[in-house]
């Protein structure tokens, strides 16, 4: 269910026939009931650490000694009363402080992780509680972690995903992926770290992007629109080159599967996360044979296997979801 219509339902903004929708969505699983749980805290109470920390106890404090001093000429006996009703009004205060304080720490600081991810063939599209927008391609996992008190907006991918962050300058996006880090303030750009591949790719369209390395030169690589990072995951050894178009980048966001000068092995990887197949070679010098070709991601996979084998001359055969692939004698 869209966030926007949580929020309106806790703001008490919908009517009758939409609130009783939200209430059976959030009653029909324990998940639904932890996100709207989340929701309130971040909407409600967030509203009253603001509040909080508005206050001013050095000068609450100061207002109660110049009080206290005004008194000090009178009895001691009135003195004493007069300093306990100042006393215990501002201990009792001054403890409410911080026992809110405490709680507010302790429910903000606890990270909460928001968790999407989609199958082989499935693509998906979803707003994170910032306002980022974020586009998952098949085979894809995202962890958001959200913590109202921490400096930095900390998601954790494996896969591949296309980002338009919320512009917040104080509170940076931070892309982890194999230990390598993508940093942003308000950006465009896509991000592809497979589990089967060794590397992490970066292709910046708008804004800037910092990519940091680990290890002890922990060296950092800024990059423009237009420009795609290649980091080997293991030996960090990187390559920068520019895009003449986006549209390659991004065609698995419209269904499409464009392919230029990549040899078979790398086609087959990418069939294998969108048709849930998986592929087998007879002869090791299939992997290396180059195509450059487009598909849909609705075409069929027998289909987009005919038409590769008559473009190489190799032959193939399927067993459920296995497909082996020979030269053809």
Known sequence: MEQTKLLSYLNGELNNEDSLQVETWCESSEENSTLLEQLYYITFLGERAA?????NIEKSFAQWKAAAKRKEKTARTRHFVSLRNYVIPFAAFFIGVIVTAGFSFFVFNKSSNYIVETAAGQRAQFVLPDGSRVWLNSATQLVYKTSVWSRTRQ????????FEVAHNKRIPFVVNSKHIKVQVLGTKFN???RPSEDKVVTTLLKGSVRIDLPGESAASILLQPGQTLNVNAKTLATTLTNT??????????SGKLIFEKADLEQITRCLERHFDVQFHFDD???KKESFTCEFLTDDDITSILSVLSMAKDFQYRTAGNQVYLSCRK
């Open 51 to 55: 509040a909080m920390g508005s206050i």
């Open 244 to 253: 003449s178009s986006a549209k390659n980048v991004l065609a698995w966001m």
């Open 191 to 193: 991000v592809r770290a």
């Open 284 to 286: 090791e010098k299939l």
């Open 155 to 162: 998601v954790n991918l494996s896969g591949e995903a296309y």
